[in-house]
């Protein structure tokens, strides 16, 4: 079946070294992925996205490379901030169909 | 712009009670609409599909009769949590995909800030 998983669980970085949390992925046919970051006690909500006809997209502080090759995505954050901390879920959108399948999630913690 | 709502915002029911939990994309027509639900330390997990006018479709496990979810109209989206147990107590999330036009993918969905239902 389709399934969207996290290498790590959880992840303590530095503040103000760079963040990079992985994802991989099994269905080859996947081709929309999207980064979803959900505070305690809140919605998801929306980091960046990026299409499978790409290998990498640049946000505000945020980067997300897609190897296709290995089925995997990374997300990475740049000078990580205390605001940072949260959940992080990488996410398998199917294209038109608008039907997300979330990963387990990477808690991102931040040392001052 | 592309705000979702969720109402109430916790709620706390006996068991055996129903529970409506409201769904509204503000400033946006939502042509769907999606359930999730999340149990502590937990990721989302998808319970429903709905489309306006149409009747939701619910992922392999759900039960429909359950979990009553209604989209009265392209703003509005409802689920219902009948006879409610202690086991349905979770994290209730919904989203709302955007029309074309908004800006993001047109397949971009917008996470409401979640319901909190504890049955005792």
């Known amino acids: 079946g389709e399934s969207v998983g996290l290498h790590l669980p959880t992840l303590s970085v530095q503040e103000g070294d760079n963040s990079i949390i992985n994802c991989a992925y099994s269905?080859?046919?996947?081709?929309?992925f999207i980064w979803y970051k959900q505070e305690s006690g809140k919605g998801p909500q929306f980091i960046i996205d990026?299409?499978?006809?790409?290998d990498k997209r640049q946000g505000q502080r945020v980067t997300v490379l897609l190897n296709k090759t290995v089925k995997h995505l990374s997300l990475q954050i740049a000078a990580t901030q205390p605001g940072d901390s949260a959940v992080y879920f990488c996410?398998?959108?199917?294209?038109?169909?608008?039907?997300?399948?979330f990963g387990s999630g990477t808690r991102l913690s931040i040392r001052p | 712009g592309a705000v979702v709502s969720q109402h109430p915002s916790w709620v706390i029911c006996k068991s055996g009670t129903s529970v409506k939990i409201e769904c509204r994309s503000l400033?946006?027509?939502?042509?769907?609409m999606f359930w999730y639900r999340q149990f502590p330390k937990q990721s989302l997990m998808l319970m429903a599909t709905?489309?306006?006018?149409?009747?939701?479709?619910?992922e392999q496990g759900v039960e429909k009769d359950k979990f009553l979810i209604n989209h009265a109209s392209l703003t509005l989206s409802t689920l219902t949590v009948t006879s409610a147990h202690p086991e349905d107590s979770s994290f209730y999330i919904c989203?709302?995909?955007?029309?074309?036009?908004?800006?993001?993918?047109?397949?971009?969905?917008?996470f409401g800030p979640g319901t909190r239902l504890t049955v005792l």
């Open positions: 989203s709302a995909s955007s029309p074309v036009g908004l800006a993001g993918a047109v397949d971009t969905q917008y």
């Open positions: 269905n080859s046919a996947s081709d929309y």
């Open positions: 990026i299409r499978s006809n790409m």
């Open positions: 996410a398998d959108g199917y294209s038109s169909a608008s039907k997300i399948i």
């Open positions: 400033d946006f027509q939502a042509t769907t």
């Open positions: 709905s489309n306006e006018g149409s009747k939701a479709t619910y």
